[in-house]
Nanobody, 122 residues
Framework: QVQLVESGGGLVQAGGSLRLSCLAP????????MGWFRQPPGKEREFIAR????????DYADSVKGRFTISRDNAKNSVNLQMNSLKPEDTAIYFC???????????????WGQGTQVTVSS
């Protein structure tokens, strides 16, 4: 059973920042593309950002472009999501994801984390 473990969620005021991290097993981190999705209350899960391996090419949903930054930490086998200028509509459960297909990692994933709650107050 592959485990992706997220951390860093919490409560923040609008305009603030949070940094999420996702720890992945080494073989997954080295060979899979990594991404982040989120599920707002009462809504379906949606794609936020992805980062390719090994080049580190990044791609973002329009709703977070310019505010969120995805990155890989090769020394720690982790993928980070730096979230700035947070808005109440960013409130959601955030999921780390891994997929062998770059094209697929905007709608699905081979592996998922358990999710971490991010709440942005107005």
């Amino acid at each position: 059973q592959v485990q992706l473990v997220e951390s860093g969620g919490g409560l923040v005021q609008a305009g603030g920042s949070l940094r999420l991290s996702c720890l992945a097993p080494g073989r997954i981190f080295r060979t899979y593309h990594m991404g982040w999705f989120r599920q707002p209350p009462g809504k379906e899960r949606e794609f936020i950002a992805r980062i390719s391996r090994p080049a580190g090419f990044t791609d973002y949903a329009d709703s977070v472009k310019g505010r969120f930054t995805i990155s890989r930490d090769n020394a720690k086998n982790s993928v980070n999501l730096q979230m700035n200028s947070l808005k109440p509509e960013d409130t959601a459960i955030y999921f780390c994801a891994a997929d062998s297909s770059w094209a697929s990692l905007v709608s699905s994933a081979d592996y998922w984390g358990q999710g971490t709650q991010v709440t942005v107050s107005s």
